[in-house]
């Protein structure tokens, strides 16, 4: 009080000196400063709306543009996308009916079920449809063109049309799929052919081609429709829209209206010689390269009949032949400059009266009221006061109702507006930091968070409002990749250094809720305008993903190496137990039944036929080739592969089959693996013992009862066991490579089981509980074949019938030393040979002398020579009759598994028995 008091006898003393002096000069300086202002306020604002509003459509136009651009660049993408997905789409109905149909129906009638299943097909408004052709060129189906049906493609007599065929069949020769692009003929357009992009895909159970195509030029012409029309739509300000035309003068959009592109710009609107003006002044804009500025007058969008000067911004689209543009109408400032005119001229006057009168009246009344009007005018200044200080502190907007002064008001305006900028400003930067694709956290000079982004709350498990004002190390807690405390933490060397760091990616994020996520991130401090650091700023990403694909591809590579040399190692294995397991048997012929040896010959021969069951894993692991299918019980691979797996462990099987279980088509080999790995992993998980639940069942699928396969019978096999069970968390990614909860594990195993069943054409799922038990569920298709239960060869009782003369090639020279003594114990007459070229030369020697060759046995693979598939087919160039059978120590090649394909009349995989020569031979 004692301030105001001082304030108010200061008042007293001067206001009756100088209010007359001062009420002159007063409202002289009051005039010529309000009319200053008005003059400067004008002009700046007709230039901040000017340069505004320029800026303003030259934006809109480069969004437009781009957005164009992207458009335009995405068509090819787009039409090779839509043939593939069509293409996919067509594969799959054939395949189901394949399926289906296979067995029951001939291969022909199935292929035209195919045809006429996708001849009615139509997409792209009816400019879509299927074409089907066979690997030898006979057209199959052309939907649109069924003239050439039925034909081969080198009878097409049109030039284009044939090339096209052409490249189709030679695609699909090198490929199974491909995208091709070419010209053809569009439905509803006679004599002309348009470039197409199609997409193709080889149907190899009936080696077809089946493919479909996309014409470019309706992608793109649905694009630009659908541009047009959100162009169109576009609106800025009170009167700003975009306006497309093409370079002749061909108005597409303008005015907020879509044009068919039929009608020049000038001949729409009333004006026609001023559009042809504006338009020759937008074509030059628009040839200018990123685009210019023009001026001109134009109608506006809301009042067709008035003219305003308008400012416009164009841009040209080369590729598609546009011109782009938008602008402003510049009258709009012109009337907020005469509101600021008449405003500014009202409180001039008003001030000006206000001066006058108030001197009058307080020469007049000075020494009655001025202790009123000082106390008064006190308090306006403290309340003004108390507002400044909660607008700094809150950022709470000053009440201007409540102060009562004018130039108290507008001050208190200003501060206003600098406020809400302020906070406009802020909560842009908060938007833009919460919505970026990195975390990010910033903090004060004491290390205290200030602002958490979206991507940061993700992570970290702190939200916002619960990590501000926590301290930095809290929130972002940081050790190293081995779990120990780091040395310092990057906020505090940053805030101790004020320089920027990289923090390297082995570093552990511990998240609020415990995960760990490996990151990188960078720390760098926060300088305000006079360069003194205010914070600290935190930008990390979560790296984790990245180094586990490194270091999966790192394994996949060294499990690669390994499996190659697996491979190489079970291959050299199986030759070397050929001839061990050979000579056995043939010790045990010799021997007789009963000899003193034929105990330890016997342990030799299982023992041999155990390491032949370790190379078909090696294999298996090394190549996962297609399997030898043969016709086995299932019970029977079951049982001997699961009691292996339990040898000298706690855990015991309980078994449950069928009585009539249906059998099946399988590689025993692969299958025994499947069996064995479920069985081990069993046991693993029944640490402290118990039992194992096996059974097989007949199943029947009826169709849609399993999406995964088509209807028909099934022999499924399940293993139960009572172990910890399986996390529903990782249910889905048991089958993934590489994935394992043990310590010790490759993720191999049920990756192999998967891709073994799968190639068996059957399905594995699993039902797992934690602490209960898990079931694996298999299902294989039943054979239609009987089961045949050969029982092996008495010693001394095999036989083949007849005498043949076999041609024997192989490398290894102890293997064919081991089959000519069986083939010769057997009473046939052997020729050998090691390498194909000798076999070749030795077979048509003996065809010159009229020696018949009955059958030639052959290595698939020959180091550094000819190997058997090469020499069988030049032996059948030379006789087609030749009986023909493939050898080789890798069981699991795919020339096995198909050697019919390949001339071959029977197949055997090293090492064999005596038994199994027996039958090769019986069935030649």
């Given at each position: 009080m004692r301030q105001q008091s001082t304030l108010v006898r200061v008042v007293r003393l001067l206001s009756v000196v100088s209010l007359l002096a001062l009420a002159g000069i007063i409202v002289l300086v009051q005039a010529v400063v309000g009319y200053r202002e008005f003059v400067q306020q004008a002009t700046k604002m007709r230039g901040e709306y000017v340069a505004q509003q320029k800026a303003q459509v030259k934006r809109e136009v480069e969004r437009v543009v781009a957005l164009i651009d992207s458009e335009r660049t995405q068509t090819g993408r787009r039409a090779r996308e839509s043939a593939r997905q069509r293409v996919n789409e067509a594969w799959e109905v054939a395949r189901n009916l394949q399926l289906q149909y296979q067995g029951r129906m001939a291969e022909a009638d199935i292929v035209r079920l195919i045809v006429e299943s996708l001849r009615p097909v139509r997409f792209n408004d009816g400019h879509g449809y299927f074409?089907?052709?066979?690997?030898?060129?006979?057209?199959?189906?052309?939907?649109?063109?069924?003239?050439?049906?039925?034909?081969?493609?080198?009878?097409?007599?049109?030039?284009?049309?044939?090339?096209a065929l052409r490249r189709i069949i030679a695609a699909a020769d090198t490929s199974a799929e491909d995208t091709l692009t070419y010209r053809w003929s569009k439905p509803g357009a006679f004599g002309a052919s348009f470039e197409k992009i199609s997409f193709i895909k080889r149907f190899e159970p009936f080696d077809l081609i089946i493919g479909t195509g996309v014409y470019l030029d309706d992608i793109?012409?649905?694009?630009?429709?659908?541009?047009?029309?959100?162009?169109?739509?576009?609106?800025?300000?009170?009167?700003?829209?975009?306006?497309?035309?093409?370079?002749?003068?061909?108005?597409?959009?303008?005015?907020?209206?879509?044009?068919?592109?039929?009608?020049?710009?000038?001949?729409?609107?009333?004006?026609?010689?001023?559009?042809?003006?504006?338009?020759?002044?937008?074509?030059?804009?628009?040839?200018?390269?990123?685009?210019?500025?023009?001026?001109?007058?134009?109608?506006?969008?809301?009042?067709?009949?008035?003219?305003?000067?308008?400012?416009?911004?164009?841009?040209?689209?080369?590729?598609?032949?546009?011109?782009?543009?938008?602008?402003?109408?510049?009258?709009?400032?012109?009337?907020?400059?005469?509101?600021?005119?008449?405003?500014?001229?009202?409180?001039?006057?008003?001030?000006?009266?206000?001066?006058?009168?108030?001197?009058?009246?307080?020469?007049?009344?000075?020494?009655?009221?001025?202790?009123?009007?000082?106390?008064?005018?006190?308090?306006?200044?403290?309340?003004?006061?108390?507002?400044?200080?909660?607008?700094?502190?809150?950022?709470?907007?000053?009440?201007?109702?409540q102060v009562r002064f004018e130039e108290l008001r507008r001050i208190a305006g200003d501060v206003n507006q600098v406020l809400h900028d302020k906070l406009a400003e802020k909560e842009q930067l908060a938007v833009t930091?919460?919505?970026?694709?990195?975390?990010?956290?910033?903090?004060?000079?004491?290390?205290?968070?200030?602002?958490?982004?979206?991507?940061?709350?993700?992570?970290?498990?702190?939200?916002?409002?619960?990590?501000?004002?926590?301290?930095?190390?809290?929130?972002?807690?940081?050790?190293?990749?081995?779990?120990?405390?780091?040395?310092?933490?990057?906020?505090?060397?940053?805030?101790?250094?004020?320089?920027?760091?990289?923090?390297?990616?082995?570093?552990?994020?511990?998240?609020?809720?415990?995960?760990?996520?490996?990151?990188?991130?960078?720390?760098?401090?926060?300088?305000?305008?006079?360069?003194?650091?205010?914070?600290?700023?935190?930008?990390?990403?979560?790296?984790?993903?990245?180094?586990?694909?490194?270091?999966?591809?790192?394994?996949?590579?060294?499990?690669?190496?390994?499996?190659?040399?697996?491979?190489?190692?079970?291959?050299?294995?199986?030759?070397?137990?050929?001839?061990?397991?050979?000579?056995?048997?043939?010790?045990?012929?010799?021997?007789?039944?009963?000899?003193?040896?034929?105990?330890?010959?016997?342990?030799?021969?299982?023992?041999?036929?155990?390491?032949?069951?370790?190379?078909?894993?090696?294999?298996?692991?090394?190549?996962?080739?297609?399997?030898?299918?043969?016709?086995?019980?299932?019970?029977?691979?079951?049982?001997?592969?699961?009691?292996?797996?339990?040898?000298?462990?706690?855990?015991?099987?309980?078994?449950?089959?069928?009585?009539?279980?249906?059998?099946?088509?399988?590689?025993?080999?692969?299958?025994a693996q499947v069996v064995q790995n479920l069985i081990l992993n069993a046991v693993q998980a029944m640490m402290g013992g118990g039992t194992i639940r096996v059974g097989c069942s007949n199943v029947t699928l009826d169709l849609g009862e399993d999406i995964l396969l088509p209807p028909g019978r099934y022999v499924c096999l399940t293993i139960r066991d009572g172990g910890c069970g399986i996390p529903a968390e990782h249910l889905d990614k048991i089958f993934d490579p590489y994935f394992s909860t043990k310590q010790t594990g490759s993720g191999l195993g049920l990756a192999v089981c998967h891709s073994v069943i799968e190639k068996h054409h059957g399905r594995i799922s699993v039902l797992s509980t934690e602490g209960i038990g898990t079931t694996f569920i298999i299902l294989l298709p039943a054979s239609v074949k009987t089961l045949e239960h050969v029982a092996p060869a008495a010693a001394g009782g095999v036989s083949t019938g007849k005498k043949l003369c076999v041609l024997v090639m192989d490398d290894d020279e102890m293997i064919r030393t081991v089959v000519k003594n069986m083939l010769e114990h057997l009473g046939h007459e052997v020729l050998l040979t090691s390498?194909?070229?000798e076999a070749?030369?030795?077979?048509?020697?003996?065809?010159?002398?009229?020696?018949?060759?009955?059958?030639?046995?052959?290595?698939?693979?020959?180091?550094?020579?000819?190997?058997?598939?090469?020499?069988?087919?030049?032996?059948?160039?030379?006789d087609p009759a030749a009986r023909l059978v493939v050898a080789s120590g890798y069981s699991n090649d795919p020339v096995l598994a198909h050697y019919r394909d390949y001339g071959f009349i029977a197949a055997i995989a090293k090492p064999f028995r005596l038994d199994e020569l027996v039958e090769v031979l019986k069935s030649c």
């Open positions: 074409f089907i052709c066979d690997r030898g060129g006979h057209i199959l189906l052309v939907a649109d063109r069924p003239e050439l049906e039925g034909r081969h493609y080198s009878a097409v007599a049109n030039a284009q049309e044939h090339e793109e012409e649905q694009a630009k429709s659908t541009l047009l029309d959100m162009i169109s739509r576009i609106r800025f300000g009170e009167e700003g829209y975009i306006f497309v035309n093409r370079m002749n003068g061909d108005a597409l959009v303008s005015n907020g209206r879509v044009f068919d592109g039929h009608s020049k710009l000038w001949k729409i609107f009333d004006q026609q010689e001023q559009a042809r003006e504006v338009f020759a002044r937008e074509y030059q804009a628009a040839m200018t390269p990123h685009g210019d500025y023009i001026s001109y007058s134009w109608i506006k969008l809301s009042n067709a009949a008035q003219v305003s000067e308008k400012a416009s911004f164009v841009a040209g689209v080369p590729a598609w032949n546009w011109l782009v543009g938008a602008g402003v109408y510049l009258d709009d400032v012109e009337a907020d400059i005469a509101v600021l005119q008449g405003t500014l001229r009202y409180e001039s006057l008003r001030g000006i009266l206000l001066t006058l009168l108030g001197t009058g009246l307080m020469i007049a009344l000075v020494l009655v009221v001025l202790q009123r009007i000082s106390r008064r005018v006190v308090g306006d200044i403290e309340l003004l006061t108390t507002m400044f200080n909660r607008a700094a502190t809150r950022d709470t907007a000053i009440a201007l109702e930091l919460r919505s970026i694709g990195d975390c990010v956290i910033t903090t004060d000079l004491a290390g205290a968070v200030v602002l958490i982004n979206r991507e940061a709350e993700r992570l970290t498990g702190w939200s916002q409002d619960e990590a501000r004002g926590k301290p930095v190390q809290e929130v972002f807690g940081v050790v190293d990749n081995h779990g120990n405390a780091l040395p310092e933490h990057p906020v505090t060397r940053v805030l101790a250094s004020g320089q920027t760091i990289i923090v390297p990616s082995h570093v552990t994020l511990l998240a609020r809720d415990g995960h760990r996520h490996l990151v990188e991130d960078s720390v760098a401090p926060i300088f305000d305008n006079s360069n003194n650091m205010i914070g600290i700023v935190l930008v990390f990403r979560d790296v984790t993903e990245k180094v586990r694909t490194a270091e999966e591809l790192r394994k996949a590579e060294k499990l690669r190496s390994v499996g190659i040399l697996a491979g190489g190692i079970a291959h050299d294995f199986n030759n070397m137990l050929a001839a061990i397991l050979g000579n056995v048997e043939l010790a045990e012929l010799v021997s007789g039944p009963g000899g003193e040896l034929t105990p330890i010959l016997h342990d030799l021969r299982r023992a041999a036929g155990r390491a032949k069951g370790l190379t078909q894993q090696l294999l298996t692991f090394a190549k996962g080739g297609d399997p030898l299918l043969k016709t086995a019980s299932l019970q029977d691979i079951v049982v001997e592969s699961a009691d292996f797996a339990l040898h000298g462990s706690t855990v015991a099987c309980e078994y449950r089959f069928d009585e009539a279980l249906w059998p099946v088509e399988v590689d025993s080999g692969q299958l390498e194909g070229q070749v030369r030795q077979y048509a020697a003996c065809r010159s002398s009229n020696r018949d060759v009955d059958l030639v046995l052959m290595d698939l693979t020959i180091p550094g020579g000819m190997g058997g598939k090469d020499a069988a087919q030049a032996i059948l160039r030379l």
